[in-house]
């Protein structure tokens, strides 16, 4: 995400210490909430951030890029980080493999620990909520909940239907709205957090548990579908369509 690409720049040792030097001279603090601005060259927008608590941290990009801008990034350690992009022409590689274009909606990043490029072009804004949970937090959340409802390799199996659903969407612009107000605590971060996790837990779960169709029989129902669908005024009988 824009915010993962410029946080890799520095260090995570202090809140908002990678921001600094991502974007020397362009921070300034509102309350709990920091604000930072890219240098003019690469065009108007503004990022905020916080850290609630130790190892959480949300942010909300909106930037206006005059020019493509690449940065690299190495994150080496374990992290989930979900994000929800409104907009934006971005994209991604990492580890050296590959580069795939960052999809509207809620995506799921969840690794061990990656170097990569991350990649904004111009002609349309970047808005994209990050909510970033690193190995601190992510090991509070396994002992306080255990493996049954949470799990760091559990969510590397969170699809993109789960993902997408209404709930966690609104979810997500909650605490959007709650940065852009400034007024955004820990205890309410860290419950969004929790809920957000156990409805994309509780998805995935009855996703698996969903009976499955073969690729074969969705082949014949695609046929089936397309047939009824070719002339709604005169339908195949159940005999043509069992051909």
Known sequence: TPTAALLARGSWASQGQFFRRALPHAARQEGDIQVFSPPPRDGPGSILHCAPCEGLHLSWSELFP??????????????????????????????????WPVQKGVGLFCCEGAAGQFLMRPGEPARVLNLMLKERYIR???????????????????????????????????????????????????????ELLAVLGCAHQQQKEALPVSHSDLAALTRVRDAIIADLRHPPDLEALCV
């Open 66 to 99: 005059r020019r493509v801008i690449r940065s690299k990034y190495t994150l080496p350690y374990r992290r989930i980080e979900l994000f929800l992009t409104e907009s934006g022409n971005l994209a991604m590689t990492r580890n050296g493999v590959g580069s």
């Open 140 to 194: 509070l959340l396994e002992r306080r909940y255990g493996s049954g409802d949470f799990s760091f390799s559990g969510c590397k199996g969170w699809g993109f239907e789960a993902l997408n659903s209404a709930l966690p969407t609104r979810i997500l612009l909650q605490l959007k709205q709650s940065l852009l107000r400034r007024q955004i605590s820990p205890m309410y971060c860290e419950g969004k957090v929790a």
